[in-house]
């Protein structure tokens, strides 16, 4: 059974700070995937990663994928209040070219403050 | 491209009442289709998986008969939830499969909040 852990789950950072959050994963999976979830709203796509060792930028956040480790990081760099929301990573249970289902983490609510 | 979207957005029921929710891919089609539930401060959990033409397939302890789900084109899936009780107070979340050659994604619907008084 596949599952999916993250950490920190919640996380307090000043403007400026550099931060990771971490998502492991249980068994073999080729798609991992980020997303924003800002309160009383829905998910919003941050990054698909497809291999390993793919490396995703977008803004003042980075997105790494290890399927070795079965490892994904997500990188804050100098954060800004605009980034406090929650983010979740998600698994796919399919592999080898088969899709399966999504297994989310439990997320890590991001705060950043002045 | 990719929109996908949920109605309504909020809804209010009393107890034992149903409520319909529907999920429609507005610019692609969508074989598969994802029933979420999120209780507050919690993670996405998934219901079920709803297939164009078949039968939806359930999570284990989902009940098949309180979420009656039915994906009647490549565009809308919808999700019913029976003689609805407080408990089924959640955020309905779905999402809708597509497939290219070269990637797989899910995209998101707005979401549901359903409140049963």
Redesign the interface.
């Known amino acids: 059974e596949l599952k999916v852990e993250q950490n920190p789950l919640f996380l307090s950072m000043q403007e400026g700070k550099n931060y990771t959050i971490y998502c492991n994963y249980s068994t073999t999976s080729d798609?991992l995937?980020w997303?924003r979830q800002d309160p009383?709203?829905?998910?919003e796509?941050l990054f698909?990663l497809?291999s390993n060792g793919a490396v995703k930028q977008e803004g003042r956040l980075m997105a790494s994928l290890d399927t070795k480790a079965r490892l994904s990081t997500l990188h804050i760099t100098a954060a800004v209040h605009d980034l406090s929301a929650t983010y979740?990573c998600?698994v796919?249970s399919g592999y080898g070219g088969s899709?399966g289902?999504?297994?989310?983490?439990?997320?890590t609510k991001l705060s950043v403050k002045p | 491209g990719a929109v996908v979207s949920q109605h309504p957005s909020w809804v209010i029921c009393k107890s034992g009442t149903s409520v319909k929710i529907e999920c429609r891919s507005l610019d692609f089609q969508a074989t598969?289709m994802?029933w979420y539930r999120q209780f507050p401060k919690?993670?996405?959990?998934?219901m079920a998986?709803s297939n164009e033409g078949s039968k939806a397939t359930y999570e284990q302890g989902v009940e098949k008969d309180k979420f009656l789900i039915n994906h009647a084109s490549l565009t809308l899936s919808t999700l019913t939830v029976t003689s609805a009780h407080p408990e089924d107070s959640s955020f309905y979340?779905c999402?809708a499969?597509r497939?290219t050659p070269t990637?797989?994604?899910?995209?998101?619907?707005?979401?549901t909040?359903l409140t049963v008084t």
């Not at chain 1, 289902?101 to 997320?107: H, P, S, T, Y």
């Not at chain 2, 990637?103 to 979401?111: H, K, L, S, V």
């Open positions: 798609r995937y997303y009383g709203k829905s998910l796509s698909v497809l979740f998600a796919d899709q289902n999504l297994i989310f983490g439990k997320g | 598969t994802f919690q993670s996405l959990m998934l998986t979340i999402s499969a497939s990637t797989y994604e899910q995209y998101f619907g707005p979401g909040r």
